[in-house]
């Protein structure tokens, strides 16, 4: 069973105009609309007619195609398509918004918007600002997403950053199309890995702090975990480190303060680093503070007979009906799983945050123990399969390293990455260290998101950096460039309106293909938010950088002899900002108003 989709509640947006339309003469219910990637073939196109041909082929009495078309013999999708097209040029609403109709290849119906539609929705950009493309399709859904749970006594690395901006930029999509969206995190912050780092710590660190060290928090604790990694094949270590967390459970004094001053510490340098990334949680949750709760749910789960116990007396779960293999959840010591941490978490999730869905942003490597985890929730009624959603994404490589590894201690932090990308971005914006940081920061993000969010990543610092081709710095300085066109104009959105109202002129090629583009953001934003997908957004903005950019080259925006034209290209170069500015926004990049 799959989680709930999110459903897009269709408004009066030009996509929904011509699908409502379609769906009154064809009689279809279901309808749908692509984007031409070449703009000769209109703002949108439907297959609609080969789909309904196919129909009309084999009689169905329950088909719900209009009657008109039933009784009608087309010889081919192409002469169905252009019976359709008669029907639709008779309707009021759809003239509304489309300006032209036409048949095209094998029976495609291609609408192209009208003039005055694309005018007026620039004036719409001009007027609304940042509100320009907020959407209300997931109104009053509420969703509860993790994001960045780390292990403690650790630090922050390149796949934990990815994940953290994926998390951030799918929590502005979906706030941006409605949804009301909190988001969590879970500390691990107890086990035998973070006895390795207390092991190591009163062995080799006694009096030893971040400050005298002159070290980031969390990276002086990584740098004792990784020590007692390194020595836990050294004679007794293991023994001690498995004393050290039976002695942390029956709350030893010392231990527990050697252990709460590591935690804090890594949770400080988290703390920092979060910052770094514009990155937040409403709530995190600590491992510490319920583990011991998940064994009253599996002792549950087995009277219930949702459980089963083995010979040895650990409970495993049973999940034959799910087409998954059973884990065990509790040991036949006693002692806890993570399946028996999560099934209590969960419970608290839902209890403290009620939610219509709750997301998992993790990696791959998590994707069966989280089906497990799914099943076994619905199996104990704690909410269905379909109230659960996980979130993988693909690893992170960077150019140069081979596979990393945090017991290896060959990990490149997060921390490190951020410092070479400002670093490298202080060559080309003058050495201004907030200006540094927000495109090197932004061009991290914006490597991390214009792929698919499933597609692993072979990091390459210097292609990232580009002014040139697909990067985040090229979007940025392309608002740049609009935002210094605009200071240098003192452009007034209000003589704007007034103009526009008065005059018209012939929109020429390029302005007509920026006027196309900003149509979709909207559905760009909302596509993103259905399908968790923020490459969606990087790559609407792209393609709306490289549009304005060849209008810019092409055409004089400023000081043209018609100050009508003025104000009508000064306009696009606003819409163009104002866009970048906000997608940009949504993935958690600023735009800088110069570079």
Known sequence: M??????????????GVIKRALMKVAGEKVVELEVPTDPAHGDYASNIAMAMFSSLQIPNPKSQINSKFKKMNFG???DLARAIKEELIELTELNRVVGKVEVTGLGFIDFWLSEKYLRDNLGAIVEKKSSYG????????????EHTSPNTVKTLHVGHARNNV????IHNILEFAGARVTMDAINNDRGIHVMK???AYQKFGRGKTPESEKTKPDHFVDKFYTLGVRHEEDEGVRDETRELLRKWEAGDKEVRIVWKKLRDWTLEGFAQTYRRLGSRHDHEWYESNFYEEGREIAREGLARGVFKKLEDGAILSDLARYGLTDSVILRADGTTMYHTQDLRLTQLKREHFPSDLYIWDIGPEQTLYLKQLFAMLEALGIG???DYLHLPYGFVYLKGHGKMSSRAGNVVSAD???DEMIKKASAFTGGSPKLDGAVGIGALKYALLKLARTTSLHFDIDESLSLEGNSGPYLQYTAARANSVLLKAKFSSTNFQSASRRTKFKINNEEALLLRHFVHFQEAVEDAAVSYAPNLVANYLYELARRFNTFYAKHRIINHQSSIINHQRLALTVATGQILKTGLGLLGIQ?????
């Open 166 to 169: 994926l998390g951030m930029a």
């Open 2 to 15: 799959a989680a709930k989709k999110l459903q897009r509640n269709e408004i009066n947006n030009p996509k």
């Open 384 to 386: 269905e399969r379909g």
């Open 134 to 145: 907020r959407s209300e399709i997931l109104k009053n859904k509420k969703i509860l997403l």
């Open 416 to 418: 490190e990455l951020m």
């Open 197 to 199: 780092a207390v092991w």
């Open 591 to 595: 735009a800088p108003e110069r570079m």
């Open 76 to 78: 081919t999708p192409a």
